[in-house]
């Protein structure tokens, strides 16, 4: 039965690379959002063909979402023959900008060589595409089949989320006894399967000082200079005590398997164009800096905020007139599914079988949407597993490989009919 179902898929190959090609020319940019509804709903009318009940969700009030820019997700739902669980397969819609480089069109959908190029070729409209046809090449082999499958697209993963993955969990469409298993097709190599990922403390750090004229800095106190000593602290102390500690899981690339922090942003004193060409006259009396902490598996939250809270509380004490505020932006526990939970030992056996080896075990450096479906929908048989190169991701002349989409919508297929059917297990 394997043997049919690959032959299934084989035979849409060329729907396969139409697919993907049509959904990147799409230009789902977030920011700010732009065509989000039109891609859902060409997503909900190939299901709507295929025998699935679809359903627009606008993620309202969420982050960036307004009627022009609105937040529209799709879910698809499709019910089997006899009671059973439910597999779903997740994958996000939203791309992030082209940006420069680009020596083909960034959204045309080109095809050449055995590969798809365009932004979000990888990341990931090619694991949507295979994920699609991996579900209408398996209801053709086996229209009787028990349980239910539904397929989303959802939105603004690139930005957290917010508007698609959280949103629908909140209403419960990430729960049992709706949903049992979850894949999501992100790029992370065919033969792996990313079993969760760190987790992320992202905050904004703001030091405090005395607006005065700038002639006369000596009347004000410089929140600029007091950052200074905040970055110095964080070089000296915090970064090199960050690089000794080390994770037991199988996170990728080997430098991630480090804690680590970013300095994401800094923005201090009074705009620089204050007047058309000339700097604001001021001592600055505001400088903030946003930090994005990834730790490990094996850390605490607290203690991850307590290392940073006291260099600025002993900064605090030291430092003259030195005083800041701390504002969370984001925290995302790390998570990592077991490697025999039902979901992972079906890709694993797909993997085998497609693929003809062992899969590899990864954890992903940065979060991705998982981190809703396991924090607010409580379900934790979810594994991220699809096409495409990691470190093509957001790059220039992003692409596909055709040929791994193919296998990829095998070893979909096949994991389909190990939670469904019970074959293979």
């Not at 049919?4 to 700010?32: H, K, Y």
């Not at 940065?366 to 597993?385: E, F, N, P, S, W």
């Amino acid at each position: 039965m394997n043997e049919q179902l690959f032959r299934a898929i084989e035979a849409r190959t060329d729907d396969l690379v139409a697919l993907t090609a049509d959904l990147i020319r799409f230009p789902t940019v977030n920011p700010p959002g732009d065509a989000y509804t039109p891609c859902a709903e060409f997503v909900g009318e190939r299901m709507r063909r295929s025998g699935f009940e679809t359903r627009f969700i606008r993620g309202e009030g969420t982050p960036g979402d307004s009627d022009r820019y609105p937040r529209t997700n799709v879910v698809a739902r499709r019910e089997g023959r006899s009671p059973g669980p439910t597999v779903h397969f997740n994958s996000h819609i939203d791309v992030v900008e082209a940006g420069e480089g680009w020596t083909v069109d960034p959204f045309a959908g080109t095809v050449r060589d055995g590969k798809v190029f365009g932004r979000g070729a990888c990341d990931m409209k090619g694991g949507l595409a295979a994920s699609i046809v991996a579900v209408e090449a398996f209801l053709e082999v086996h229209p009787d089949y028990p349980g239910a499958i539904e397929v989303s697209g959802t939105v603004d993963e690139e930005s957290g989320g917010f508007g698609g993955v959280a949103y629908l969990a909140g209403l419960g469409l990430f729960s049992k006894p709706r949903v049992d298993h979850v894949i999501i097709p992100e790029p992370l190599n065919k033969d792996r399967i990313c079993l969760g990922h760190r987790g992320v403390w992202w905050a904004e750090i703001e030091t405090k000082g005395t607006i005065a004229h700038g002639s006369m800095p000596f009347l004000g106190d410089s929140a600029v200079r007091h950052m200074g000593a905040v970055l110095s602290a964080f070089e000296e102390e915090l970064f090199p005590a960050l690089d000794l500690k080390q994770t037991r899981t199988p996170v990728v690339p080997e430098g991630a398997r480090r804690s680590t922090m970013n300095i994401n942003s800094i923005h201090g004193g009074q705009t620089e164009d204050y007047y058309p060409g000339l700097p604001a006259p001021n001592v600055p009396d505001s400088c903030r800096i946003v930090i994005d902490r990834r730790f490990l598996l094996e850390e605490d939250i607290q203690n991850v905020k307590g290392e940073v809270l006291s260099i600025l509380e002993r900064l605090k004490s030291d430092r003259p007139r030195f005083d800041y505020a701390v504002r969370d932006l984001m925290e995302v526990l790390p998570l990592m599914t077991e490697r025999d939970a039902p979901v992972a030992a079906a890709v694993a056996a797909g993997i085998r079988e497609v693929l003809g080896k062992e899969p590899d075990y990864v954890v992903s450096p940065g979060t991705y949407d998982q981190k809703h479906i396991a924090r607010i929908g409580h379900l934790h048989d979810c594994v991220a597993y699809g096409p495409g190169i990691l470190d093509l991701a957001h790059t220039p002349n992003e692409w596909v490989g055709i040929a791994d989409m193919v296998e990829s919508a095998k070893v979909m297929a096949m994991s389909l009919d190990v939670l469904l059917r019970g074959v293979g297990r």
